[in-house]
């Protein structure tokens, strides 16, 4: 598809400062849903051209494209945009921290001193307390009919279930 310098550098462009892009599958939309003076068939057939040459890497999923730049889609579309080596997309750069943001934790104690976590099984009649556990003569009783399948022995279901 022959696609105009102007459009193609306005794709490339935005494909280039996100990193990624996405298209709605509907070649007969007017104009893209964040490119508004670009044909959304523009779009999707510029991307394409880059997939087929693997600078992008496609995704489809709920009727919607999904390009992502591969390294060396970047160094095309740096070459091809005249940009620096240094501008990379947004993607690729880490968010930016304020001094304050970086805090430090609070200091753990390492004994059993006011820590809840371990003290549930320990202590009158707890998890552990042996006390409290089943008896010699606890013996439980399993009996089939519980569950998926015929029960086991008994009297037989009518005969018209």
């Given amino acids: 598809m022959l696609i105009p310098k102007k459009t193609r550098k306005e794709i490339y462009s935005a494909l280039f400062k996100d990193g990624v892009l996405v ?10 849903s964040e490119l508004e003076t670009v044909p ?8 394409q051209s880059l997939k087929s ?12 494209f999904y390009w992502f730049l591969t390294d060396e889609g970047i160094e095309y579309l740096r070459d091809y945009l005249h940009l620096p080596s240094e501008v ?31 003290a ?9 307390d042996k006390k409290t556990a089943a008896g010699g003569e606890f013996r439980p009783e399993f009996r089939g009919g519980f569950g998926r399948g015929r029960p086991q022995g008994g009297d037989a279901p009518p005969s018209g279930f």
Avoid at 40 to 47: D, S, W
Avoid at 120 to 128: A, N, S
Wanted: overall charge positive; some cysteine.
């Fill in 40 to 47: 959304n068939l523009m779009v999707i057939k510029a991307c």
């Fill in 23 to 32: 298209a709605k599958k509907d070649f007969n939309a007017p104009k893209h």
């Fill in 53 to 64: 040459r693997g600078y992008v890497k496609e995704q489809f999923a709920w009727r919607h």
């Fill in 88 to 118: 990379v997309p947004n993607t690729l750069k880490r968010p930016a921290r304020p001094e304050g943001a970086r805090q430090s934790r609070p200091e753990r104690s390492q004994g059993g001193g006011g820590d809840d976590r371990g």
């Fill in 120 to 128: 549930y099984r320990r202590g009158p009649g707890g998890y552990g």
